[in-house]
């Protein structure tokens, strides 16, 4: 399961990006902003999940690599 959805977020990261979704989708069901605003639903998805599927695509990672024991 791991080559399917793979880890590539630093944890700091995956917080901002929730925190980030979420102002998103209540500016949004706020009606503050227009209906673009829901896009903030892939942020808080990505970032419980912990997988980008870009940077999956592009090779990328910004979680720090396990230290071998």
Not at 10 to 27: D, N, Q, S, T
């Amino acid at each position: 399961m791991s080559k399917l959805i793979p880890i590539n977020e630093h944890p700091v990261e995956r917080g901002l990006r929730v925190v980030l979704g979420l102002v998103l989708v209540g500016l949004a069901a706020t009606k503050t902003v227009g209906a673009w605003g829901w896009i903030g639903l892939l942020p808080i998805v990505t970032g419980l999940v912990g997988s980008c599927p870009v940077y999956t695509l592009l090779g990328l990672s910004t979680c720090p690599s396990k230290k071998p024991a």
